[in-house]
């Protein structure tokens, strides 16, 4: 789905909470949105949410470290699952699941690995220490459809360079999210980064041979 190229990261929301924040969130216009497994509460915000907004969202888990969490991420409701590694174990159970692999990647090494493994996105994690011209680099080597999302010291303000260098995307943790914000907040922090995300958009190159590129 994914109307824009952007994850929402919910560290710590407990079930109580999800199903307002992923209606603002949804209504913000971003309808990718994972829940951490490594806080308690993860699986039932999980379906909470896939209740609330599951025909209008791309709903997932992050931090899934096993075939096991996989099968439990299924079991929830989930259609997305995104590790912190790159663990073939992982993506596998996640293609016989029938759900979307998302693996964490740190070098072209692990990324080709990933992507010949099966999977259907890359994590980029943590971008901070690989920075944009890391991304640029590893252009030259991965394959051109391969699509990553840079996540890991990620704000609004760092979307323009990341897409320049080939960033397909964004994973956004606390800022969209903290455990205690209210509905209320993330909405007004969503609107904000769904502004500056379109504008960095739109303000990129046409592709050559697109009907708004130069000829």
């Known amino acids: 789905m994914m109307r824009r190229p952007l994850v929402a990261i919910l560290r710590g929301l407990s079930p109580v909470e999800a199903p307002a924040v992923a209606r603002a969130l949804v209504a913000a216009g971003i309808d990718t949105i994972e829940v951490p497994l490594n806080r308690p509460g ?14 209008k969202a791309t709903l997932g888990a992050g931090t899934v470290l096993s075939p096991d969490e996989v099968r439990a991420v299924k079991a929830a409701g989930g259609q997305l699952v995104v590790s912190p590694d790159m663990n073939p174990e992982v993506i596998a159970a996640s293609r016989a699941a029938g759900l979307m692999s998302c693996p964490g990647v740190a ?3 692990e990324a080709l690995a990933a992507l010949r493994a099966g999977a259907d996105m890359l994590k980029l994690f943590p971008a901070f220490q690989i920075g944009p011209a890391g991304l640029a680099a590893w252009r030259a080597v991965l394959p051109p459809g391969a699509k990553v999302l840079a996540v890991g010291g990620i704000g609004p303000g760092d979307f323009a360079p990341w897409l320049a260098a080939g960033a397909a995307g964004f994973g956004l943790g606390s800022h969209l999210y903290k455990p205690g ?15 500056a995300l379109d504008a960095a958009l739109a303000a990129l190159p046409a592709a050559p041979g697109s009907p708004s590129a130069p000829r």
């Open 42 to 55: 993860a699986l039932e915000a999980l379906a909470e949410m896939v209740r609330v907004v599951g025909t």
């Open 107 to 109: 070098t072209p090494t």
């Open 181 to 195: 914000n209210s509905a209320e907040q993330v909405a007004e922090k969503a609107a904000k980064i769904v502004s």
